[in-house]
Nanobody, 121 residues
Framework: QVQLVESGGGLVQAGGSLRLSCAAS????????MGWYRQAPGKERELVAG???????WYADSVKGRFTISRDNAWSTLYLQMNRLKPEDTAQYYC???????????????WGQGTQVTVSS
Protein backbone atom coordinates (compact mmCIF):
# COMPACT_ATOMS: atom_id res chain seq x y z
CA GLN A 1 0.00 0.00 0.00
CA VAL A 2 0.95 3.63 -0.52
CA GLN A 3 0.38 6.52 1.84
CA LEU A 4 0.23 10.09 0.63
CA VAL A 5 0.28 13.18 2.83
CA GLU A 6 -0.21 16.65 1.38
CA SER A 7 1.01 19.90 2.85
CA GLY A 8 1.57 23.48 1.84
CA GLY A 9 -1.97 24.67 1.38
CA GLY A 10 -3.21 27.92 2.82
CA LEU A 11 -4.70 31.30 2.13
CA VAL A 12 -3.16 33.47 -0.53
CA GLN A 13 -4.19 36.57 -2.42
CA ALA A 14 -4.95 36.44 -6.11
CA GLY A 15 -1.76 36.65 -8.09
CA GLY A 16 0.23 35.01 -5.34
CA SER A 17 1.99 31.67 -5.22
CA LEU A 18 1.94 28.48 -3.20
CA ARG A 19 3.92 25.28 -3.36
CA LEU A 20 2.14 22.08 -2.42
CA SER A 21 4.08 19.02 -1.32
CA CYS A 22 3.07 15.39 -1.16
CA ALA A 23 5.10 12.99 0.95
CA ALA A 24 4.78 9.43 -0.30
CA SER A 25 5.62 6.25 1.55
CA UNK A 26 5.00 2.55 1.15
CA UNK A 27 5.23 0.43 -1.99
CA UNK A 28 6.17 3.21 -4.35
CA UNK A 29 8.17 0.92 -6.66
CA UNK A 30 4.96 0.00 -8.46
CA UNK A 31 3.88 3.59 -9.03
CA UNK A 32 4.17 4.84 -12.59
CA UNK A 33 2.47 8.17 -12.25
CA MET A 34 1.60 10.81 -9.69
CA GLY A 35 -0.45 13.93 -9.85
CA TRP A 36 -2.63 16.54 -8.25
CA TYR A 37 -6.40 16.70 -8.31
CA ARG A 38 -8.60 19.39 -6.86
CA GLN A 39 -12.20 19.57 -5.78
CA ALA A 40 -14.29 22.55 -4.76
CA PRO A 41 -17.53 22.11 -2.78
CA GLY A 42 -20.30 20.95 -5.08
CA LYS A 43 -17.87 20.37 -7.93
CA GLU A 44 -16.41 17.26 -9.49
CA ARG A 45 -12.88 16.29 -8.67
CA GLU A 46 -10.62 17.26 -11.55
CA LEU A 47 -7.07 16.51 -12.50
CA VAL A 48 -4.85 19.56 -12.30
CA ALA A 49 -1.49 18.11 -13.26
CA GLY A 50 0.18 14.75 -13.61
CA UNK A 51 3.63 13.34 -14.23
CA UNK A 52 4.57 9.88 -15.48
CA UNK A 53 7.55 7.73 -14.59
CA UNK A 54 9.09 8.72 -17.92
CA UNK A 55 8.82 12.39 -17.07
CA UNK A 56 5.87 13.27 -19.27
CA UNK A 57 3.62 15.92 -17.78
CA TRP A 58 0.02 16.88 -18.28
CA TYR A 59 -1.80 20.01 -17.21
CA ALA A 60 -5.39 21.05 -17.22
CA ASP A 61 -6.01 23.93 -19.59
CA SER A 62 -7.15 26.06 -16.69
CA VAL A 63 -3.75 25.92 -15.01
CA LYS A 64 -1.39 25.53 -17.94
CA GLY A 65 1.33 28.15 -17.83
CA ARG A 66 0.70 28.87 -14.16
CA PHE A 67 1.25 25.55 -12.39
CA THR A 68 4.25 23.25 -12.53
CA ILE A 69 4.36 19.67 -11.31
CA SER A 70 7.59 17.99 -10.29
CA ARG A 71 8.84 15.04 -8.29
CA ASP A 72 12.03 13.53 -6.99
CA ASN A 73 13.43 10.44 -8.69
CA ALA A 74 12.30 8.06 -5.96
CA TRP A 75 8.72 9.32 -5.94
CA SER A 76 9.15 10.21 -2.30
CA THR A 77 7.93 13.75 -2.79
CA LEU A 78 5.63 15.33 -5.33
CA TYR A 79 5.31 19.07 -5.74
CA LEU A 80 2.91 21.47 -7.31
CA GLN A 81 4.19 25.00 -7.78
CA MET A 82 1.22 27.29 -8.23
CA ASN A 83 1.83 30.79 -9.54
CA ARG A 84 -0.49 33.64 -10.44
CA LEU A 85 -3.25 32.05 -8.43
CA LYS A 86 -6.85 32.95 -9.17
CA PRO A 87 -9.94 32.77 -6.95
CA GLU A 88 -11.23 29.92 -9.11
CA ASP A 89 -8.21 27.88 -8.01
CA THR A 90 -9.76 27.67 -4.55
CA ALA A 91 -10.31 24.01 -3.76
CA GLN A 92 -9.16 21.04 -1.77
CA TYR A 93 -6.07 19.69 -3.49
CA TYR A 94 -5.35 15.98 -3.43
CA CYS A 95 -2.18 14.10 -4.16
CA UNK A 96 -2.70 11.01 -6.29
CA UNK A 97 -0.60 8.01 -7.28
CA UNK A 98 -1.26 5.19 -9.70
CA UNK A 99 0.32 2.04 -11.05
CA UNK A 100 -0.94 3.11 -14.47
CA UNK A 101 -0.52 6.84 -14.15
CA UNK A 102 -3.08 9.37 -12.98
CA UNK A 103 -4.15 11.18 -16.13
CA UNK A 104 -7.20 8.92 -16.20
CA UNK A 105 -9.06 9.18 -12.91
CA UNK A 106 -10.05 5.52 -12.97
CA UNK A 107 -6.39 4.56 -12.87
CA UNK A 108 -5.70 6.37 -9.62
CA UNK A 109 -4.93 3.82 -6.93
CA UNK A 110 -4.05 6.00 -3.96
CA TRP A 111 -5.23 9.34 -2.63
CA GLY A 112 -3.99 11.73 0.00
CA GLN A 113 -6.27 13.40 2.53
CA GLY A 114 -6.08 16.75 0.79
CA THR A 115 -4.88 20.23 1.60
CA GLN A 116 -6.99 23.35 1.31
CA VAL A 117 -6.00 26.16 -1.02
CA THR A 118 -7.97 29.37 -0.74
CA VAL A 119 -7.33 32.29 -3.06
CA SER A 120 -8.85 35.62 -2.14
CA SER A 121 -9.61 38.44 -4.54
Amino acid sequence: QVQLVESGGGLVQAGGSLRLSCAASGSMASINGMGWYRQAPGKERELVAGVSSSGNTWYADSVKGRFTISRDNAWSTLYLQMNRLKPEDTAQYYCAAGRRGVVVTKRVDYWGQGTQVTVSS
